[in-house]
T-cell receptor, first 113, second 109 residues
Framework: DGGITQSPKYLFRKEGQNVTLSCEQNLNHDAMYWYRQDPGQGLRLIYYSQIVNDFQKGDIAEGYSVSREKKESFPLTVTSAQKNPTAFYLC????????????FGDGTRLSIL | GEDVEQSLFLSVREGDSSVINCTYT??????LYWYKQEPGAGLQLLTYIFSNMDMKQDQRLTVLLNKKDKHLSLRIADTQTGDSAIYFCAESMSNDMRFGAGTRLTVKP
């Protein structure tokens, strides 16, 4: 079955530590996205990638980094510079970048120890 | 603030119809979407409507689009307890996609 896989489902970070969230898709989609979701709020775009080896900052990129070395994979690193990282992180992909529905993974919940 | 606005809560009785409303601000939006999110899960695409359509029906779901008022609604007929979730409206432009804050639908038996 085609889909988007995010791992791990739960992740804990210590102060001053970088952590990486995994996102893999087998839908052959060109575009991939990372969103942050806080309780009672909508989705805020962190980074997106329209194609392999290219990515752009979203609305709240500070304290995060990404890479897109393979079409299937778009990992997100939450760096120690992100002072309030506790949130639910959602990865999505779409066939193309313009006017295409986005399909979502099941999310990773990141908490601070 | 949000470009897409939704009321935060809706409560209905099982078997009734639910209507979730959304307003958007960009008249150039090409597609408008409804997503469903269950607790601890990602967003599931329910349905979408192209901006040149007024209505789309898919089984128990009916989407109405009033482009003049930039108003989108999702009607769920014969609402079941399994429909309890957060529903997100989203608008898609040529190079962007914006989500509302979500409406939490509670279905009471």
């Amino acid at each position: 079955d085609g889909g988007i896989t995010q791992s791990p489902k739960y992740l804990f970070r210590k102060e001053g530590q970088n952590v990486t969230l995994s996102c893999e898709q087998n839908l052959n989609h060109d575009a991939m996205y990372w969103y942050r979701q806080d309780p009672g709020q909508g989705l805020r775009l962190i980074y997106y990638s329209q194609i392999v080896n290219d990515f752009q900052k979203g609305d709240i990129a500070e304290g995060y980094s990404v890479s897109r070395e393979k079409k299937e994979s778009f990992p997100l690193t939450v760096t120690s510079a992100q002072k309030n990282p506790t949130a639910f992180y959602l990865c999505a992909s779409s066939m193309g970048f313009s006017n295409q529905p986005q399909h979502f993974g099941d999310g990773t919940r990141l908490s601070i120890l | 603030g949000e470009d897409v606005e939704q009321s935060l809560f809706l409560s209905v009785r099982e078997g009734d119809s639910s209507v979730i409303n959304c307003t958007y601000t960009d008249s150039s939006s090409t597609y408008l979407y409804w997503y469903k999110q269950e607790p601890g899960a990602g967003l599931q695409l329910l349905t979408y409507i192209f901006s040149n359509m007024d209505m789309k029906q898919d089984q128990r779901l009916t989407v109405l689009l009033n482009k003049k008022d930039k108003h989108l609604s999702l009607r769920i007929a014969d609402t079941q307890t399994g429909d309890s979730a957060i529903y997100f409206c989203a608008e898609s432009m040529s190079n962007d996609m914006r989500f509302g804050a979500g409406t939490r639908l509670t279905v009471k038996p």
